[in-house]
Antibody
Framework: EVQLLESGGGLVKPGGSLRLSCEASEFSLSSYSMNWVRQAPGKGLEWVSSISNTGTYIHYADSVKGRFTISRDNAKNLVYLQMNSLRAEDTALYYC?????????????WGQGTTVIVSS | DIQMTQSPSTLSASVGDRVTITCRASQSVSGWLAWYQQKPGNAPKLLISKVSSLESGVPSRFSGSGSGTDFTLTIYSLQPDDFAVYYCQQYNGNSRTFGQGTKVE
């Protein structure tokens, strides 16, 4: 079954860092743009970052620009989100999701998410 | 960045109703508009891409339309499984902004 599995979430103090990972199974990440989307408790979806299939094009939401870094390792079928200078407002469930750019589709496969809590 | 505004925020409906959710972009998204459904405790599910292209397996009672900056998701004959939160998302340019969501209750 085609799946994405996020890991790396946890409790961190304000100003701290975390690295999230997203592993693909039963498909090759190398054909897809990958995205991180977060959802704060009881709130809507917020796009965080995206990276093209080769890693050439990278984009961030203004809310995380300069603090978060997205990267990928296609050989390992992994995508990462390095989160630095974390703030309370970064507390959320973080999803990774793929997008098949060639067909102009939206994000058609999502993981179940990993929870990040920023609190002292 | 492109801002997306959905309306209404909450919609009360009954089984069998026709439901319409609108989504307005702050500038043209050139047809790169998707709709998602999210149920409590679950990840979002892609329903429609490119304004009106239905994902495989999505019931035909779901329909998307619109152009430029104004888009609509219509659910013809609402079913019990359709009570959920719906989000629009633009994926034009350098951002992938979501609308704030519409809860169908």
């Amino acid at each position: 079954e085609v799946q994405l599995l996020e890991s790396g979430g946890g409790l961190v103090k304000p100003g701290g860092s975390l690295r999230l990972s997203c592993e693909a199974s039963e498909f090759s990440l190398s054909s897809y743009s990958m995205n991180w989307v977060r959802q704060a408790p009881g709130k809507g979806l917020e796009w965080v970052s995206s990276i093209s299939n080769t890693g050439t094009y990278i984009h961030y939401a203004d809310s995380v620009k300069g603090r978060f870094t997205i990267s990928r390792d296609n050989a390992k079928n992994l995508v990462y989100l390095q989160m630095n200078s974390l703030r309370a407002e970064d507390t959320a469930l973080y999803y990774c999701a793929r997008r098949y750019v060639t067909l102009g589709k939206g994000m058609d496969v999502w993981g179940q998410g990993t929870t990040v809590i920023v609190s002292s | 960045d492109i801002q997306m505004t959905q309306s209404p925020s909450t919609l009360s409906a009954s089984v069998g109703d026709r439901v319409t959710i609108t989504c307005r972009a702050s500038q043209s998204v050139s047809g790169w508009l998707a709709w998602y459904q999210q149920k409590p405790g679950n990840a979002p599910k892609l329903l429609i891409s490119k304004v009106s292209s239905l994902e495989s397996g999505v019931p035909s009672r779901f329909s998307g339309s619109g152009s430029g900056t104004d888009f609509t998701l219509t659910i013809y004959s609402l079913q019990p499984d359709d009570f959920a939160v719906y989000y629009c998302q633009q994926y034009n340019g350098n951002s992938r902004t979501f609308g704030q969501g519409t809860k169908v209750e």
